[in-house]
């Protein structure tokens, strides 16, 4: 028994030094995994991804790159660790073909779910075990056929895999449909084992068919490639037999130069999109990940490799020379430009009483109006939540422009809103000008349907881990790459060019235009969670209390571009970096006020006030006719959260961090309510606050979160808007 138990204990050893070894490449497996069937946003980007057949064929580059990467340079890991070789042989051979193996099992199951999202664990489980029955059936069955069949033979089945592969990846490609992606990966799949299996046997007969003293008239340059491959396939310290060690050495290179081609083509991708935004919206946000899995991956395995090889631990050296480059060089500063006008400096702006006095000022002829009993204001709230809440906040804004022929863009205004919802307001600010009619709508929406993920994600997943160690900031950040998005568009091409304009241009004055609304972007200072507003009007202390003017952060000769503005309340790590204004460091809004309702209640407070010191003085003053509205969109899942109980060592190491994710929503609930319930008592019980929720009760989350959005999600928004009850009975009530 005690020898049993020994041995049990051996062997998780020897298995745990293992999964150590590999442990990169199980990782990406394992999040690529979790990522496209546990999140709506990959879901989402799977549809994307095959939304033609241009993105198809990136995505088999992709996915065949990402396979490749993982199983190669797991390879190379395993041939320098020769101590762990000869205690785990068997291990080591088949661990880097089950990584490869199972990065087709994530593509497949993630398709599936999406076929058989009704059956979505049944689906997970029944494709898992299908799965390693696949592989343990096959995996001997081609070990089988590579021992009793010749070279010759080896190679005729292998020409007639990759002639089948090209016939299968044009078939994908020209079908373009999930079902044939499913039924055809499977056996690409089951192709890549057999190669894999029989690639040694193929290479190493056609070695010994050949003196190996002959490789003593290669020419130089071989020479070096065969020195290349020699230090990376062997261990210097091995004892393994020098005949050996040479056949080995020849199966490698033909395999290592198709690698590195194919390496090099997909990184030639892979660069180009981090510097075109064109193209990175052209192979979409699905082959980008893929690409990065493999190019990260990669670049772990390489320098795991270098310190095996050289008895240095380079990822320690890396990180470390990582946060020496962070104390003198900062990769994310905010964009600013430079005026050379005083026309537009910020120092123009009005306060809220000035704007207040002009605005109204243009309402005179309907507030002195004796026939009408009410003169609505309304003030916008809308939701964070990237391009779902912006396409839902802008969607609705425009259908109640259009539905009552203009009337709600004549008493709007203020919009405020944070993240996707500051996107959704702005994007319907700019097209105030034009006609409230179908057109309008059109337009927001083509805007809005762009693509606005793929060049910040390529960023993210690649330079920005490097640009502490660019001087000169030769490429951008990801946020920068976020702002790129939003003004240089295929759709909606005048919007784009609205959001390349300075945001000075918004406090723009002249008399022959109607004075636009009030628009709040709201963000938070990193450092000290402070609440901070970007808006055409200066945010005074006396008003808005210790909420920061970001805009009087920057020097009076300095502007930002109005995209700018919108990333710098929509920066959400870690997906976009903390944007940096002199030593202030802004990020999303929805920190500390995700609705943008804060810096609204301290608005209507202000502009009560004026109006209840107006009706002092004449009672039958025409602001006794003033309602205040605020209009809430919103798009979260309604419903009360479930408490569960927390691990203990959950408790004792995360739970200032569980904490503060706690009151993310807790915050913006309570400004809510507040707001909510000062309405309600300014208005004397009447219901002014109104809530336009994209989901209905009882639905669960179903509209994907993200900075893209695919067609059949926007197709299933654009119905819930055609549909919406409590929007229709507000449309009905401004009219």
Sequence with gaps: MQFTIKSLLQRLAILLQVLKLFLPGILFVAVGYLFF???????DIIITGLRSRQTSFFFIIGLIFWVLVTWYTSRLIAYNDDRLFSIAKDALYKMPRILGFACFTAIIISFALILFKQHASYVQ?????ISIIHFHLLHPLFEKIKNKNDRKALIQYRQFLWLFFFILIIGMIYANRITIFIVLLFFIQTGFLFIVVTRRKISETNTKTHQ???????????MVYHELIKWIFTDKDSNENQAHREIMLQTEKNIFFWFSTFSIVALAIYVTAIFSLHFARYISPLPIILLSFGILLGAGNILSMFSIKLKINFHVLFLTALILAGFFNEPHDVQLITQNTNLYKQKYRPDLEQYFQQWINEKKAILNDSSQIEFPIYFVLADGGGSRSAYWTASVLTKLNIETSGKFQDHLFCLSGASGGSLGNMTFYSTLNQKADSAQLQNVQKYLSNDFLSFPLVRLMGPDLLLPFVPFHLVKDRADALESGFMYVDEGKSIGEFMQQPFSSLTESRDDIKRLPIICINSTRMQDGVPAVISNI??????FGTRLDVLDQINNDEDIKIATSISLGARFPFFSPAGRIKNQYFVDGGYFDNSGAGVVHEMILALQKNINDSLALQHNHPFGKIRFHVIHITNEVPGQEVIEKVHPLVNDLAAPIKTILGSYSSQTNINNLRLYKYLGEINKGEITYHV???????????????WSISYPSLKRMNERLYSHVELKKLSSHIR
Excluded: D
């Design 37 to 43: 069937t546990g999140f709506l946003q990959g879901k």
């Design 125 to 129: 489980i029944i494709c898992i075990v």
């Design 212 to 222: 190996i003293a002959s490789w003593l008239h290669i020419t130089k340059q071989r």
């Design 538 to 543: 200066k945010i005074k202390k006396q008003q």
């Design 692 to 706: 336009i929720n994209l989901y209905k009760q009882g639905e669960t989350e179903s509209y994907p979160m993200n």
